[in-house]
């Protein structure tokens, strides 16, 4: 009350006074349409917020599929798992690329185009990547060598195998079994496991013959990375193929692990150490050149793989392994038949404790034949392929 009669009226939001009672009315809805209009806005705001984080984080996703999608599709080209085509598609359109640019004529490649699918259709290597008589040369090398090699042990009767135009960049897996089976097939020792392997296979045909190791029963866990396929492909091979082909044969093999670096500088002495326990074991003797009869050892590591073909103890007690690389062309080991009494060429086959620096390595050792029943127990022991793993 104003003291004269009027009534006056106070906003309850705003402590504003009225002397009409509709003014006030018209005030207050005034106030609750501005607050009303407030929060509208906020939650049309947030609303606005998470959909455009639920964009943002659907964006993200997509990138993230797409880069999976992209390094996976990497990965299969890496290791030949793409479908792009396997050793005959490769050796073909390489060719292809030779004639068109003037290094093969025209006539050569339909000649070695027809040697090709021959060799193909019988299953059997042409031969045309291979170098014998290398270990019988390294033999006389060393038995006239005097300067620094207290004893040498080698392998028997292995030849090279290098990759060609239809393996080249995948097929050293290949490549080294072939060079372990050449061995294989000149020790009577072995001659009733490999009596339907008188010749030494295609990499066509020994992709079949993996797979028929795992038909029955090998190594499931690998074969389920490669779909349980590998012929028409470029897959890449490593240690578990080879003993599952090798064991198939009924050929006594074992996988050993060095999965972690043994000396300084990330050098793996044990490797050879126990190298140099597999050649000199019953092998002795007191010649300096000690031919032996022990297969050649299947070498691993990420990205290639070697064949040990022997070793070299030093006067100072210094190991050298010494190994065929597939990817060292024929005409570079052809120069190791006529080895000069110096021993350059051995540059080519010599690694020192330091030349093999890997993170890891593993390696097939063979070491006799199975049973019948020894190769059914080791069917089914598969399943859990392991390999033993030096501390």
């Known amino acids: 009350d104003t003291g004269n009669g009027e009534q006056l009226y106070e906003c309850p939001i705003c402590s504003l006074t009225c002397t009409n009672l509709q003014f006030l009315e018209e005030h207050v809805d005034l106030h609750l349409e501005e607050h009303s209009f407030s929060e509208g806005g906020n ?31 990497k990965l299969q080209r890496q290791y030949g798992l793409d479908s792009s085509g396997g050793y005959k598609q490769q050796f073909l359109k390489n060719m292809e690329r030779e004639v068109d640019r003037g290094r ?27 170098t014998s008589g290398v270990i019988e040369a390294l033999c006389k090398y060393y038995q006239n060598e005097n300067k620094d090699v207290r004893r040498v042990w080698l392998s028997a009767g292995v030849d090279h195998f290098h990759s060609s135009l239809g393996d ?10 072939q060079m372990l089976l050449s061995s294989l097939l000149q020790n009577s020792l072995y001659s009733d496991c490999l009596r339907d392997t008188a010749l030494i296979p295609s990499i066509p045909k020994i992709q ?30 490593g240690a578990c193929e080879i003993y599952s082909l090798l064991t198939s044969l009924r050929i006594k093999c074992q996988i050993i692990d060095f999965h ?19 050649y000199s074991t019953d092998n002795e003797g007191a010649t300096k050149v000690v031919c032996t009869s022990r297969p050649p050892v299947y070498l691993q590591h990420q990205g290639h793989s070697r064949t040990v073909v022997g070793i070299e103890e030093k006067k100072n007690k210094t190991l050298c392994l010494l190994l065929f690389d597939p990817g060292c062309p024929s005409q570079e080991m052809q120069k190791l038949l006529k080895q000069s009494t110096d021993g350059t060429g051995l540059k080519l086959l010599r690694r020192f404790v330091g030349g093999l620096k890997e993170k890891q390595y ?8 199975l049973t019948l029943e020894e190769k059914t127990a080791r069917c089914h022991a598969s399943w859990v392929l392991t390999s033993e793993k030096i501390p």
């Open 43 to 73: 939650m049309r705001d947030l609303e606005l917020a998470q959909q455009l984080q639920h964009e943002e984080d659907k964006q993200q996703r997509l990138e993230e599929e797409k880069r999976e999608k992209e390094e996976f599709k």
């Open 104 to 130: 093969m004529q025209p006539f050569e490649y339909h000649k070695r185009k027809a040697d090709m699918m021959e060799s193909l259709a019988v299953g059997i290597d042409d031969g045309k990547t291979k």
């Open 168 to 177: 080249k960049g995948w097929g050293c897996g290949y490549r080294n079994f």
């Open 208 to 237: 079949s013959m993996i797979e028929d190791a795992w038909k029955e029963g090998f190594d499931p866990h690998g074969a389920s990375h490669f779909n349980n396929r590998l012929r028409g492909s470029k897959a890449w091979i």
């Open 260 to 278: 972690k670096p043994t000396g300084p500088a990330g050098t793996h002495p044990r490797l050879f150490e126990w190298i140099l326990r597999y």
């Open 362 to 369: 593993q390696i097939v050792a063979v070491d006799g034949i």
